[in-house]
T-cell receptor
């Protein structure tokens, strides 16, 4: 059983389009995250939700909007895609919110904007 | 944002050799975590160090947390090709830039 799953694995789209990435965790965790990993492998947190409530919202363009319909799901919607949005996006979850909690990462979604 | 600096950026060694990866910051962390990431996959947690001066061992991997809780190191003894990967340190949701380790057979 996959603990943290993301769909799609690969996403190729043109500038200006709107796209969504879905994430689900079956670990029973209360906290979920979205990270962006750039071409240099630098991993940066974007958002965190705890019990469906947004608790971390880093400096991310308003074009990015997370949505958590329930504790097990955290989706990421991106409007008006730009070339600079090309990256690998990782979803992660942890048992609770707190910087010492172990995070479990999904396999990533490689987004390519042309 | 608390900055974590990792060194070296790249490390290529022969099977059987030892290696050490460093993670440094000017900030104090309540804990630091080490992850390994393989191509096409997400990072996988190796260890969490919590107490200053703490040493944790995971088979051939030894992790140390600095006394002041500002730095950490990962030491691999007798490295094997299976240790190849991107090693990331993390604290308070901030990640270091990573160390790419390549172990040649």
């Amino acid at each position: 059983d996959t603990a943290v799953s993301q769909t799609p694995k690969y996403l190729v789209t043109q500038m200006g389009n709107d796209k969504s990435i879905k994430c689900e965790q079956n670990l029973g965790h209360d906290t979920m995250y979205w990270y962006k990993q750039d071409s240099k492998k630098f991993l940066k947190i974007m958002f965190s939700y705890n019990n469906k409530e947004l608790i971390i919202n880093e400096t991310v363009p308003n074009r990015f909007s997370p949505k958590s319909p329930d504790k097990a799901h955290l989706n990421l919607h991106i409007n008006s895609l730009e070339l600079g949005d090309s990256a690998v996006y990782f979803c992660a979850s942890s048992q609770d919110f707190g910087d010492s909690h172990e995070q479990y990462f999904g396999p990533g979604t490689r987004l390519t904007v042309t | 944002t608390q900055l974590l600096e990792q060194s070296p950026q790249f490390l290529s060694i022969q099977e059987g050799e030892n290696l050490t990866v460093y993670c440094n910051s000017s900030s104090v962390f309540s804990s630091l975590q080490w992850y390994r990431q393989e191509p096409g996959e997400g990072p996988v947690l190796l260890v969490t160090v919590v107490t200053g001066g703490e040493v944790k061992k995971l088979k051939r991997l030894t992790f140390q947390f600095g006394d002041a809780r500002k730095d950490s190191s990962l030491h691999i003894t007798a490295a094997q090709p299976g240790d190849t990967g991107l090693y990331l340190c993390a604290g308070s949701w901030s990640f270091g830039a990573g160390t790419t380790v390549t172990v040649r057979a």
